[in-house]
């Protein structure tokens, strides 16, 4: 009994259903086996390559350049100037403290013991002339020597004369030494002369300013017994002042003593004063990585005052160099790289020894010639895309080789009927 003719249909919809589902599992392991062999394994399995055989038989694209549109230029906003040769000026900029010129502070001391008796200069801050009375001190010392003098005064004019010349000479002797301690103690002859003519000792002597200046410091007050180490009056004179700067340690061999510096205060806007470089310090800051640089300035009205913050510029000429605008040039830290418009399209990355970097603008060593074009804008992009470029690159030979290999292999299967 033959079976029905629906039954004999129904058999072969399921025969072709199984050909279709078996044809199904042979183009997914194709699939699969393309994938791994071309894609995840790009290499023949019987040919290894190190690292440093896929760099020099597949160098990145950094090297090769890299293609970028008209369309895609303009979307990331690509710019480009030529290198240029130009008189190069560097400039460094700082801040700094005005200080007192060390070279005109005095500290005053009395060479007596004593105390003093009636004070004339009584505050910080306050000036005085040279030779200007600062106080009067009473000294014990002071008067037993006044009398001293007094006697081998006397008797110097009593025995010039003598008959006994050892006697005369022993009271010279004794009025000149009296004469040297005063000298000692910074008496000055006008007084010694007040003490010869009128014959009376001084219960107290007045002390004067050695120097003009203003008073940095005081600690000398009515009644105070005062000693030889103490330090009565700090006296500064401030014509000229310094300003101590911090510069960072690679700039420090572009300063030299006697260069002029721009100095400004913002308490003074719209007036520039001249200073002028008069000393290096020897001593690194290693917290900070620089130098200090003593700056000297004339102030004659004494607007300068110790302690104000100022701004300081100096304009080092560097003569004719060749140049690129500084966002022209990607530092990696260990490197500088500079991508140049070759045109039509192509950008071509260079390293590039770079020298002193000004404000805007670095200057060029080695690696660009005068009238290249430089990307100044965009480059980050550029160098995005180069480096994109250079992976796909890394891949693509293994793809190639992975593919013609399957192409010699691969046989074609024809048409499965049922």
């Not at 589902?21 to 019987?46: C, D, N, S, T």
């Not at 040769?85 to 700094?96: A, N, P």
């Not at 790289?337 to 590039?352: A, S, T």
């Amino acid at each position: 009994m033959k079976p029905p003719h629906s039954y004999m249909l129904n058999q072969k919809g399921l025969s072709r259903l199984k050909w279709v589902g078996f044809l199904g599992v042979i183009v997914a392991v194709g699939v699969g086996a393309y994938w791994w062999f071309m894609v995840r394994a790009p290499e023949p399995m019987h040919m290894t390559q190190t690292t440093e055989e896929k760099m020099v038989s597949h160098p990145p694209a950094q090297n090769k350049g890299v293609m970028v549109s008209q369309h895609k230029q303009q979307l990331i906003g690509v710019k480009t100037e030529p290198a240029t040769i130009r008189d190069l000026t560097h400039t460094i900029r700082t801040v700094g403290q005005v200080e007192v010129d060390e070279r005109r502070l005095t500290h005053m001391h009395t060479k007596l013991e004593g105390w003093v008796q009636e004070l004339y200069v009584k505050f910080t801050g306050e000036h005085v002339q040279k030779d200007q009375k600062l106080f009067e001190m009473y000294s014990p010392e002071l008067v037993s020597t006044q009398e001293e003098y007094l006697l081998a005064l006397k008797a110097v004019k009593s025995l010039g004369d003598s008959e006994f010349p050892e006697i005369a000479q022993n009271a010279r002797s004794l009025l000149e030494v009296t004469r040297q301690r005063f000298s000692l103690w910074d008496i000055t002859p006008d007084h010694i002369r007040d003490l010869e003519k009128t014959g009376k000792v001084l219960r107290t002597l007045p002390l004067h300013a050695p120097s003009s200046g203003y008073v940095m410091h005081m600690a000398v007050r009515e009644g105070m017994h005062v000693m030889p180490a103490m330090e009565l009056y700090a006296l500064a004179d401030l014509s000229t002042v310094w300003v101590l700067a911090d510069v960072y340690e690679y700039e420090i061999p572009l300063v030299e003593l006697g260069q002029e510096a721009k100095v400004t205060f913002s308490y003074f806007p719209g007036q520039t004063f001249k200073g002028k470089v008069t000393y290096v310090y020897p001593i690194l800051e290693t917290k900070t990585r620089t130098v200090k640089v003593r700056f000297e300035l004339p102030n004659p009205k004494w607007a300068l005052k110790p302690g104000m913050f100022a701004n300081i510029d100096i304009q080092i000429p560097r003569g004719k160099r060749l140049v690129i605008p500084n966002t022209a040039v990607l530092d990696s830290g260990t490197e500088q790289l500079v991508f140049i418009d070759q045109g039509q399209g192509m950008f071509e990355p260079r390293k590039v020894t770079v020298g002193v970097r000004t404000r805007d603008a670095y200057e060029i060593i080695e690696g660009i010639k005068a009238g290249e074009l430089v990307v100044t804008r965009g480059n980050f992009l550029i160098d995005s895309e180069s480096n994109l470029k250079a992976a796909t690159e890394m891949m693509m030979p293994g793809m190639d080789m992975g593919k013609k290999k399957n192409d010699e292999q691969s046989m074609p299967m024809g048409d499965m009927q049922p």
